[in-house]
């Protein structure tokens, strides 16, 4: 009697949750919550291609500070609609299927889904995977796979030693075990390179920074498929087959947290004067010259301790988000986000992302900045700024309110 009467629950939450998909529920294109550390669900996905279909790799990180906290830890099934268009501006589609997904593992905050779809057949595709955090809200993760005919995604994966699960952000720390899983080749080439990539310069700048198209010195190994390989040191891979190759970046120390005292210099670059950088460089003792310029900027203690707290939150909230070839804080969208926050209203085209800030009611029009879509130097993609002397009043002005505490949150 138990058995059926949980079947029938079952069934009735399918059909109930399926009928919300197949009428269109999820119409907001907002992406902004995926930069929301407040958001209910953050969530991290990865696409394979596999002979005939496309293997989908799903990570959900629960708010342990939401109030749904405990429910969608211990959900037993999740019900995600699945709509595969040919751009992000084809909006008016169905929700063409719906997966019932159990998850595959749970640890603590943490939950992670497989499921496969169909190989799409357009020149290009965007795969939207819509998902509900509870009765009232609802979130649509993205993953573009094809454009212009090619494949954006890979045909391989790597696998964490510690938890036996695909992984699917970018960044690793030096003695992490990973494996690599390819649908094609046994033996795949292991490229290594150390490059101190420059930190994203201010959004006015003539010169911008740019990291593709960098003539890099590329180490080359091989390692078998399924073999265990301990990240030795820290620096750019990339594994895999000749084109298509796993990218990820190795960091030393506690990251995506800056933990040591040159990890919490580096990024103040972006409220500092060069006099200030260059005291800080040359003093004996770097810890106390660091402690002095947050001092001096402090109006009060207690408005100080809560500007450097906020500051290296961001700075850590960046090297999570946007981390590629590089650490977060040193990308185009890690320096915005540092600066100016979570944007109100994030969207998206097949080769761009805009932001959109309205700090509050009487602003004329939204603060705007257009990121597109770029080929990093190991082959991965990333976000380039599209600078514009016109951000320069936004910025001082920003710059100004961070020095005096007055930060926006």
């Not at 779809?117 to 965007?126: D, G, L, M, N």
């Not at 946007?322 to 085209?349: A, C, R």
Request: glycine share 4%; net charge positive; charged share 20%.
């Amino acid at each position: 009697m138990k058995k059926q009467l949980l079947f029938l629950l079952l069934l009735i939450f399918y059909f109930t949750n399926t009928s919300c998909f197949a009428q269109g529920r999820f119409s907001r294109w907002d992406f902004s919550y995926q930069y929301d550390t407040d958001a209910i669900i953050r969530a991290e996905s990865k696409a394979i291609k596999t002979t005939d279909s496309i293997q989908i790799f799903l990570h959900f990180y629960i708010n342990p500070f939401s109030k749904e906290y405990t429910y969608l830890t211990k959900q037993g099934m999740w019900n995600f609609g699945l709509r595969l268009a040919d751009s992000y501006e084809s909006k008016n589609s169905e929700w063409s299927k719906n997966e019932l997904v159990i998850p595959t593992k749970r640890i603590e905050n943490q939950l992670s889904f497989t499921f496969k779809i169909p190989e799409p057949k357009t020149q290009s595709a965007v795969l939207f995977i819509g998902y509900l955090a509870n009765e009232s809200t609802e979130y649509v993760t993205d993953i573009c796979l094809k454009s212009f005919g090619e494949y954006l995604i890979s045909t391989g994966y790597l696998v964490s030693q510690a938890t036996k699960l695909p992984v699917c952000k970018s960044y690793f720390t030096v003695k992490d075990s990973v494996y690599y899983v390819s649908t094609g080749s046994k033996s795949n080439t292991y490229n290594y390179t150390k490059y101190i990539f420059s930190q994203a310069q201010p959004p006015m700048a003539l010169a911008a920074t740019f990291d593709a198209g960098l003539n890099l010195v590329i180490d080359t190994t091989y390692i078998a498929t399924k073999s265990y390989f301990t990240i030795p040191k820290k620096g750019n891979y990339a594994i895999g087959e000749s084109i298509n190759k796993v990218n990820f970046v190795a960091f030393e120390n506690k990251f995506p947290k800056p933990s040591v005292v040159r990890e919490l210099i580096d990024p103040i670059i972006y409220i500092s004067s060069d006099g200030e950088r260059s005291s800080l460089k040359q003093a004996a003792s770097q810890k106390k010259k660091l402690d002095e310029f947050w001092l001096k900027l402090g109006i009060e203690k207690e408005k100080t301790k809560n500007m450097i707290k906020a500051y290296y939150n961001r700075v850590k909230e960046a090297n999570i988000f946007f981390t590629k070839h590089k650490e977060g804080w040193k990308m185009d969208m890690g320096m915005i986000y540092i600066i100016f926050g979570s944007p109100n209203q994030v969207l998206k085209t097949d080769v761009s992302e805009t932001w959109y800030f309205v700090k509050n009611q009487s602003q004329n029009e939204p603060l705007r900045f257009v990121f597109v879509k770029k080929i990093g130097p190991l082959g991965d993609t990333y976000y380039e700024l599209q600078n514009n002397q016109a951000y320069m009043s936004a910025w001082y002005t920003a710059l100004e309110l961070w020095r005096r505490g007055e930060f926006t949150h």
